[in-house]
């Protein structure tokens, strides 16, 4: 048999207000994902697209990071949800 996870209900989330202008990250989230599809990536309320506005790299233990590509990157003060 293949490994067993124990997934457990949820929306989880983590939010940042972008202090200066330019910031391509990388941002850190504290939950694990399993794919880098798994994560979604919203600037104020516009959803960003994967690999065409940032990218995901998954560690060892399956936190994750997020960073934005060049010409992507947030203004200053606004609101990322990932």
Known sequence: MGTEYTITAGQRRKQ?????SG??????????VLATTDVTVYVGDTKKTLTTHYTVAIASNNTC?????????PSQNDV???
């Open 23 to 32: 910031q391509q990250g990388p941002y850190s989230f504290p939950f694990e």
């Open 16 to 20: 940042y207000t972008v202090a200066g």
């Open 65 to 73: 990071t997020v960073t934005f590509a060049a010409g992507q990157y």
């Open 80 to 82: 990322g949800t990932i």
